[in-house]
């Protein structure tokens, strides 16, 4: 099975909605490592890793989701990081 990582922006009326707790629980549902966390511009910033295929079925559950307030998704193909092995939440 082949692994991938990304980095996910997701823009819109991301944060003050219980985002990042949502984003958590569904990569760990997922088996992804990684974090999430806001970033000072009200956009909120993910790194996610693991098999390709539940890292896009994680992003898509997301999106499904928050359907409403997401208005943007930038997404980013990112070198593995073996410096997480679970996935957080970052202040």
């Known amino acids: 099975m082949e692994h991938g990582a990304k980095k996910i922006t997701f823009s819109g ?14 990569a760990l549902q997922h088996d992804l490592t990684g974090y999430v966390k806001n970033l ?5 910033e993910m790194f996610a890793q693991g098999p390709a295929d ?3 079925r994680c ?4 999106q499904r989701h928050f359907e ?3 208005t943007n998704v ?3 193909d990112m070198p593995l990081n073996q410096t997480y ?3 957080i939440i970052t202040f």
């Open 13 to 26: 009326r991301v944060q003050g909605v219980g985002f990042r707790y949502t984003a958590h629980r569904i």
């Open 40 to 44: 000072p511009n009200g956009c909120v």
């Open 54 to 56: 539940d890292v896009e």
């Open 59 to 62: 992003l898509i559950d997301i």
């Open 68 to 70: 409403g307030y997401i």
């Open 74 to 76: 930038n997404l980013e």
């Open 85 to 87: 092995d679970r996935f």
